[in-house]
């Protein structure tokens, strides 16, 4: 059933330092993990992908690895800012030649000054 | 995101009255998405199109309907609104293909069933 008023995980991190998301994920046959950002009452933005064949992606400020053994994901951000306050997901897509995205629940990261 | 437009983007209605929500894309992409956020469940997909009239289901698509006569509207229908139908309704687009995992979303609809 709806799982109404659950609490969203979250993160409060200094600003300037570095911030760390984790995620689980689920299926073992997923072939893209993806990070998005969400800023209140906005959709969703893409950040940074990584292929299942890969361990670890750069982009600006901000790296995913994935550790593929025990299904985990994680978002690394440098020197965090306080426009970096948003929930973040990760999501996985279920089905290889198509976009089937999986997403997770989110955490909130909370820059504090 | 301005190549993606969602409409209306409040709608406050009663239970088992029909509801329609357009998205509406400026960019000719083929693939298009409905997602619905919810407290506690992150988004979930509830039908998607890769082209005009080809459409497909997602994890959570009993109770909703969708079409897409042309390329540029993917329009998501309640046929009878439940309370259960309270979301924030999201449509996406793919811009750079199925071989990757970017989206691009739409500002969200969102939808109030009393």
């Known amino acids: 059933g709806e799982s109404v008023g659950l609490h969203l995980p979250t993160l409060s991190v200094q600003e300037g330092d570095n911030s760390i998301i984790n995620c689980a994920y689920s299926?073992?046959?997923?072939?893209?993990f993806i990070w998005y950002k969400q800023e209140s009452g906005k959709g969703p933005q893409f950040i940074i992908d990584?292929?299942?064949?890969?361990d670890k992606r750069q982009g600006q400020r901000v790296t995913v690895l994935l550790n593929k053994t025990v299904k985990h994901l994680s978002l690394q951000i440098a020197a965090t800012q306080p426009g970096d306050s948003a929930v973040y997901f990760c999501?996985?897509?279920?089905?290889?030649?198509?976009?089937?995205?999986?997403f997770g629940q989110g955490t909130r990261l909370t820059i504090n000054p | 995101d301005a190549g993606i437009t969602q409409s209306p983007r409040h709608k406050v209605t009663e239970t088992g009255t029909p509801v329609t929500l357009r998205c509406h894309q400026t960019?000719?992409?083929?693939?298009m998405y409905w997602y619905r956020q919810d407290p506690g469940h992150g988004l979930r997909l509830i039908h998607y199109?890769?082209?005009?009239?080809?459409?497909d289901k997602g994890e959570v698509s009993d109770g909703y309907s969708v079409s897409r006569s042309k390329t540029e509207d993917f329009l998501l229908t309640l046929e009878s609104a439940t309370s259960s139908q309270t979301s924030v309704y999201f449509c996406?687009?793919?811009?750079?293909?199925?071989?990757?995992?970017?989206?691009?979303f739409g500002e969200g609809s969102r939808l109030t069933v009393l």
């Open positions: 960019e000719n992409h083929r693939y």
């Open positions: 996406a687009i793919s811009r750079r293909g199925v071989d990757t995992g970017e989206l691009f």
């Open positions: 999501a996985e897509n279920i089905l290889q030649g198509a976009q089937k995205l999986v």
């Open positions: 990584i292929r299942s064949n890969m």
């Open positions: 199109s890769y082209g005009v009239k080809d459409t």
């Open positions: 299926n073992s046959a997923s072939d893209y």
